[in-house]
C-alpha cells in the first residue's frame, strides 16, 4: 500500500493561466475525492468519481474547474484562468466500496497552490 | 447534513490522556461518527469511527453517549506528535459516503 500520491506538491502560478494536478488512488480503490482547504478551514469537497463516472459535483466547482479520472484509476484536476482566491491546498482521498460507510477516505498529502 | 459542534483549540501535556468532545445534537438513527486527524502540512488521517457501541483501537478510544448526541475521542497518552486538527464528522449517507468537515478541534501537546 503506498498510499494515495497528489503532484505537484507545490505549483506557484500566475493568475489567468491554467494549472492541472494528478492524484493517484490506492490501486484497488474505486471510489476518488477531491476537496480544496484554505487556511484555518477544514476541508471542503468539491467532485467524487465512482469508478471513471463524475457522479456528484459541488457548488464550489466553478465553469473554471474541471475533473476527469479516465479509465477509473489515476484523477486529474483542472483549473483553468487561475484567480488569486483559487490559492488553497487541493487534497486526493480514495476509499473503496465494499464496506460503504466504514471504509475510512485515504488523503493524499495535497497540492499547494499559490496564485500570484 | 448533520452539524457537529467541537472546542476550537486544546491543550495537553505529554504522556497525559486527552478528551476531545464532540456535540451532534441533530444525529439521525443511521450516522456514523467518524473521527479524522491532521498532522501539519498533511492530508486528513483517519483516526477512529463507530455508531452506537464504543469503539478501540490503536490510535485511540471511542466513547458515544447513550443518546448519540455527542461523542468523545479520547487519546490515552498524548505525544508530541499527536498535535493535530482534530475533526468529529457524520458521514454523509448519500451515494458518496463523502466527508463534511467542521473546523475541528487544534490539540497543542506540551511537553
Known amino acids: 500500500d503506498t498510499g494515495v500520491s497528489q503532484d505537484p506538491r507545490h505549483k506557484i502560478t500566475k493568475r489567468g493561466q491554467n494549472v492541472t494536478f494528478r492524484c493517484d488512488p490506492i490501486s484497488e480503490h474505486n471510489r476518488l475525492y477531491w476537496y480544496r482547504q484554505t487556511l484555518g478551514q477544514g476541508p471542503e469537497f468539491l467532485t467524487y468519481f465512482q469508478n471513471e463516472a463524475q457522479l456528484e459535483k459541488s457548488r464550489l466547482l466553478s465553469d473554471r474547474f474541471s475533473a476527469e479520472r479516465p479509465k477509473g484509476s489515476f484523477s486529474t484536476l483542472e483549473i483553468q484562468r487561475t484567480e488569486q482566491g483559487d490559492s488553497a491546498m487541493y487534497l486526493c482521498?480514495?476509499?473503496?466500496?465494499?464496506?460503504?460507510?466504514?471504509?475510512?477516505?485515504?488523503f493524499g498529502n495535497g497540492t499547494r497552490l499559490t496564485v500570484t | 447534513d448533520a452539524k457537529t459542534t467541537q472546542p476550537n483549540s486544546m491543550e495537553s501535556n505529554e504522556e497525559e490522556p486527552v478528551h476531545l468532545p464532540c456535540n451532534h445534537s441533530?444525529?439521525?438513527?443511521?450516522?456514523?461518527i467518524h473521527w479524522y486527524r491532521q498532522l501539519p502540512s498533511q492530508g486528513p488521517e483517519y483516526v477512529i469511527h463507530?455508531?452506537?457501541s464504543n469503539v478501540n483501537n490503536r490510535m485511540a478510544s471511542l466513547a458515544i453517549a447513550e443518546d448519540r448526541k455527542s461523542s468523545t475521542l479520547i487519546l490515552h497518552r498524548a505525544t508530541l506528535r499527536d498535535a493535530a486538527v482534530y475533526y468529529c464528522?457524520?458521514?454523509?449517507?448519500?451515494?458518496?459516503?463523502?466527508?463534511?468537515f467542521g473546523t475541528g478541534t487544534l490539540l497543542a501537546v506540551q511537553p
Open positions: 482521498a480514495s476509499s473503496s466500496e465494499d464496506r460503504g460507510l466504514n471504509s475510512p477516505l485515504h
Open positions: 464528522i457524520l458521514r454523509d449517507r448519500g451515494a458518496t459516503n463523502k466527508l463534511i
Open positions: 463507530g455508531l452506537t
Open positions: 441533530t444525529i439521525s438513527g443511521t450516522d456514523y
